[in-house]
């Protein structure tokens, strides 16, 4: 044999087998069954599944992102066999499977990447439909993007011009997404996704003011348009939507909070009513909650300047019933010595069934109450002094199930009313980057120590499933751990945790979503997020997990 | 002279014109494509000039110059972040220039900066040249007369332009003569450049009054009269093609200036329009 023939050959055969590898059948287990590559949908509508020496199930495969997802029941160490039309796979269970990647997209080709004059371009919402099949992105530059999560494919596109898009909601047909636009005009809009028709719009300026950054062509600055700070589509189709504005009326002097609770009509956009009534809320709304059939909705409402007593409004949480628009009942906040005010985020969730409901403040205590009174308050993430000034761990992410009321507490810091000027704010806390998982008598069933700063919180429609965010942050990094981490809220044994997935760069605040079923995960991982005069990790992209 | 221009194919207007729209492009425009597009424009003008080497080669030295020094300028003191440090030249704590400095490095990013700088550098020297290249100075006349200038002004911004050849080489005759009676210009620490420039500054001022005379004379005695009207033995006529170009670019400039002061009007809070609010987005990411 000539040399030419030897090395024709030798290409031949690394070819042949670098082309027949991806192509072989693939299991890999996860938390609800398991991810068959290699196999496309037309040749196996029906899987048969056995486990543990059990009768075999069939089952229909779901085709996400070129791939079958499998639900099936396994245990740990079991040899599994799988078997439809053409082909067979037999593979043994592991101990823990973690998340699934089932789609990477990368959101370069997609979004706006940052230029010289922009700040960055990290998204803003990340939410699923009410059936899973779609999934809405949006950015602090604007951009909404509605992609099937099946194919990946893009079935709408919009541009916010000069705002951010900042929150959005399905309709419960999902006909409809109702987007939410932190602008000069801070409007609310409802677009058909087939057809891209505007059918209806409110500008919230009317009611919260238009003014707005003294620097309108700095987008770090935008957060002082008025803007939809959380929506909701309730049974029914109605819009839920909690406005704020928040700016500085003069760049020297004190900051100004207006909020409302909206209720529009889904269908025609008419407001069936605002709450409070007449005048806005000088407290900032920054989030609601609602039980399950959506009677009542709870608001979180913070103060960005000194408290006082006898404030007609002081901040709290305030329970609106969704039918009449009228507040049920308030629990006011106080401020904890040495602060001043009382900050409040994403503080508050409610038990499915409206009969309790989770808060937290920004000086680290945690609260559960029923029916309007305080059953249970610990402050876990409360000041400790470091240096003679009063360090709290971040309290912000909440969210509640049937049995538990999980608080996520993270990163350290000295709240700015505190905080010695010029110095950096961030200090270690002894309870920061921890899932506490409490029942709602107020006993710790679960607690998770998480190497890095917790920077998101989803749970299932169900309540079972719950993914956790942690990315790295700018001081006191345990490890540069950018991930996902799964919990059961429900499992038997009282192990939550149920495997992680992790991402290059770093996670935006808030930018994870679990379907409602709870089987898929969406997490963005955005290099832009973290500012610490480092290069940049990872790349802007979409992992979409089972 | 005007028969050559338009042998060209180049009215004075036409290049004056596109030279005008480049310069406001290359101040309003920001963006990376835009910048670019602009100085591929620039340098594609330069080209279809068909500039023989040593024009080419002009070029290319001008440009390779322009670029690498904004570029390595840049590459040093870029003070953004995020920033990757290619190169220390000097660590923080060498003496006197780190403590002073902070240190001194090569960061990737500051190169880059620099080379988009660099566009606009490239998209106005080459279209500056380009013009340069095809424009005949006497075809100026009929320009300005066309453009209604008064016939005095554009005799005389021609006639300087005309003659500015033979100044240059009246004084580089000067400046020989000065060196054989034994000037050394580099000497005395540059007080002796400062000699030679007064020194050639007489003779060659008196030259270009006593030429200034003579072709003041020479017009008079061929009937010259600037208040008269003229007529032009060959008008300037722009073509088609040169008249859809230049309003495209006049068109271009008039725009991209627009948006640009609309959105600094608005960014600086002076004036909004909510529905300018797309072009406030487009001009702050395309321009």
């Known amino acids: 044999m000539t040399r030419a023939a030897r090395l024709g050959m030798t290409l031949a055969l690394l070819l042949a087998g670098c082309g027949a590898e991806p192509g072989a059948p693939r299991l890999t287990f996860a938390r609800l069954g398991g991810v068959l590559e290699g196999v496309r949908l037309e040749e196996a509508k029906e899987i048969s599944v056995s486990c543990g020496g059990r009768s075999p199930r069939p089952l229909a495969p779901r085709a996400v992102g070129g791939r079958l997802l499998l639900a099936f029941r396994w245990e740990a160490g079991e040899q599994c066999a799988l078997r439809w039309g053409g082909g067979e796979l037999a593979a043994a269970a592991p101990a823990l499977a973690d998340p699934v990647a089932v789609r990477v997209t990368e959101l370069e080709s997609v979004l706006f990447q940052p230029s010289a004059h922009s700040s960055g371009n990290a998204t803003s919402f990340l939410l699923f439909s009410p059936s899973g099949k779609l999934l809405a992105l949006g950015t602090q530059r604007g951009q909404v993007r509605v992609m099937e999560v099946a194919s990946g494919r893009t079935v709408f596109e919009r541009r916010v011009a000069e705002g951010w898009a900042k929150a959005a909601a399905f309709s419960p047909d999902e006909r409809v997404l109702f987007i939410g636009e932190q602008t000069r005009e801070g409007t609310i809009r409802a677009v058909d996704l087939a057809s891209g028709r505007e059918a209806w719009r409110h500008d919230m300026s009317k009611e919260l003011g238009g003014g707005g950054p003294w620097d309108p062509g700095n987008e770090l600055a935008w957060v002082e348009f008025p803007g939809p700070y959380r929506m909701a589509a309730v049974p029914g189709g109605d819009l839920l939507v909690a406005g704020l504005h928040n700016w500085y009326p003069d760049p020297k002097g004190p900051v100004r909070q207006l909020s409302h609770l909206y209720r529009f009509d889904g269908r025609t956009g008419a407001l069936r009513w605002k709450w409070p009534g007449k005048e806005p809320a000088p407290l900032s709304l920054t989030w609601f909650a609602l039980d399950a059939e959506a009677r009542a909705a709870v608001g979180v409402l913070g103060m960005a300047t000194d408290w006082r007593p006898g404030l007609p409004m002081p901040p709290g949480l305030y329970a609106v019933d969704l039918g009449s628009g009228r507040e049920l009942w308030r629990y006011p906040f106080e401020p904890m010595p040495p602060f001043k005010s009382v900050g409040t985020w994403r503080s508050v969730a409610v038990r499915p069934d409206g009969g309790a409901v989770s808060a937290s403040t920004g000086d680290g205590r945690l609260y559960i109450l029923e029916r309007g009174r305080a059953r249970w308050i610990e402050a876990r993430g409360g000041p400790v002094r470091t240096g003679g000034f009063p360090v709290v ?52 069933r679960y607690r998770w120590a998480a190497p890095n700063r917790p920077n998101g919180l989803a749970l299932s429609a169900g309540g079972r499933w719950l993914a956790v965010a942690l990315t790295q942050t700018t001081a006191f990094r345990r490890e540069d751990v950018n991930a996902v981490a799964l919990f059961d809220t429900e499992a038997p044994d009282g192990r939550l945790y149920a495997g992680e997935y992790h991402t290059e760069g770093p996670i935006p605040y808030d930018q994870v979503a679990i379907s409602p079923d709870g089987s898929l995960v969406a997490v963005v991982e955005s290099p832009a997020a973290i500012a610490d005069g480092r290069p940049p990790r990872g790349k802007s992209r979409l992992h979409l997990l089972y | 002279m005007i028969a050559s221009s338009r042998a060209a194919g180049r009215d004075p207007r036409f290049l004056a014109g596109c030279l005008l729209a480049i310069g406001a492009l290359a101040v309003a425009l920001d963006s990376i494509p835009s910048l670019g597009a602009l100085a591929a424009a620039g340098l594609g003008w330069a080209l279809a000039a068909r500039p023989g080497w040593r024009r080419l080669l002009l070029l290319a030295a001008a440009l390779g110059l322009s670029v690498w020094s904004l570029m390595v300028s840049q590459a040093i003191f870029y003070n953004q972040l995020p920033r990757t440090a290619i190169l220390v030249l000097a660590p923080p704590d060498t003496p006197v220039i780190g403590t002073l400095t902070g240190g001194l490095a090569i960061y990737r990013e500051g190169i880059w900066h620099g080379a988009v700088q660099s566009l606009r550098l490239v998209a106005t020297l080459s279209a500056g040249l380009a013009a340069a290249w095809t424009l005949e100075p006497s075809g100026l006349l009929a320009a300005f007369a066309s453009l209604r200038l008064p016939h005095a002004l554009a005799f005389c911004a021609t006639a300087a332009i005309r003659f500015l050849p033979v100044t240059v080489e009246e004084a580089h005759v000067a400046l020989r003569a000065q060196r054989m009676r034994g000037l050394r210009i580099g000497g005395r620490g540059g007080a002796n450049a400062l000699r030679a420039l007064l020194s050639i500054a007489r003779p060659v001022l008196a030259a270009s009054i006593r030429r200034a005379e003579t072709a003041a004379l020479a017009a008079a005695s061929r009937g010259y009269d600037p208040a008269r009207r003229r007529t032009s033995l060959r008008p300037l006529r722009m073509g088609w093609g040169e008249r859809i170009v230049l309003g495209a670019a006049l068109a271009a400039a008039l725009a991209a200036v627009t948006a640009k002061v609309l959105y600094l009007l608005y960014a600086s809070g002076l004036y909004h329009h909510p529905a300018l609010a797309a072009l406030y987005t487009f001009t702050r990411e395309a321009l």
């Open chain 1, 393 to 444: 761990a971040e309290t912000g992410l909440l969210g509640a199930t049937r049995e538990l009321a999980i608080f996520s507490l993270g990163a350290g810091y000295i709240p700015l009313q505190a905080a010695p000027p010029g110095a950096s704010t961030d200090q270690p806390h002894p309870n920061s980057n921890t899932l506490l998982f409490f029942g709602w008598d107020g006993r710790l």
